[in-house]
């Protein structure tokens, strides 16, 4: 069955950086799209970004553009999210999801 | 694009039937002909879980109690009777326009 298990999160400091990673496994990671989705109390659940599946075209949310870099690693079946100038309203659990349709169980980051 | 949801929290009776309402404030019909309106359910300490997608389509083992149906900007989620294991948070989200946007979610609860 379709795994994604998130890990990398944390506290970190304002202007400080941090990078998720998400395994996945159980389909065929190379072939579908991945999602970065966050969630807090203040702001609900936030699209983050978005990854084609050879990675050739990459989006955004407006409150992570230009600080928030998705990448992905089809031979090691995983997913990155590098977050820079990291700031209070970045706390967050952030999921991974295959094409926003099956979720990781998150990971909480904290900036602070 | 916003997209908002109401009623915010929904007491329902056990095997009653129950409504939620999305809209959004652009057309979500795509140039493709599809339209990208997607329903997630979150249990109390849960990841969201995908129920519909494309308005109508039930993901694979979604109870056939759960429907949805809508156009353009005006979408609706019904669950015909509701059960014990339904409690949680209902998240209608736009995938037509990027950036994505998810509604801020109806709280299902038992009277």
């Known amino acids: 069955q379709v795994q994604l298990v998130e890990s990398g999160g944390g506290v970190a400091q304002p202007g400080r950086s941090l990078r998720l990673s998400c395994a996945a496994s159980?389909?065929?990671?190379?072939?579908?799209?991945m999602h970065w989705v966050r969630q807090s109390p203040d702001k609900g659940l936030e699209w983050v970004a978005v990854i084609w599946p050879d990675g050739s075209q990459k989006q955004y949310g407006d409150s992570v553009k230009g600080r928030f870099t998705i990448s992905r690693d089809n031979s090691k079946n995983t997913l990155y999210l590098q977050m820079n100038s990291l700031r209070g309203d970045d706390t967050a659990i952030y999921y991974c999801?295959?094409?926003?349709?099956?979720w990781g169980q998150g990971t909480l980051v904290t900036v602070s | 694009v916003v997209v908002t949801q109401s009623p915010l929290s929904l007491p329902v009776t056990l095997g009653q039937p129950a409504s939620i309402s999305c809209r959004s404030n652009?057309?979500?019909?795509?140039?493709?002909?599809?339209?990208?309106l997607n329903w997630y359910q979150q249990r109390p300490g849960q990841s969201p879980r995908r129920l519909i997608y494309k308005v109508s389509t039930r993901d694979s083992g979604v109870p056939d109690r759960f429907s949805g149906s809508g156009s353009g900007t005006d979408f609706t989620l019904k669950i015909s009777r509701v059960e014990a294991e339904d409690v949680g948070v209902y998240y209608c989200?736009?995938?037509?326009?990027?950036?994505?946007?998810f509604g801020p979610g109806t709280r299902v609860d038992i009277k």
């Open positions: 159980g389909f065929t990671f190379r072939s579908f799209s």
């Open positions: 999801a295959k094409e926003i349709q099956v």
């Open positions: 989200m736009q995938g037509t326009h990027t950036p994505f946007t």
């Open positions: 652009q057309s979500l019909l795509y140039s493709d002909g599809n339209t990208y």
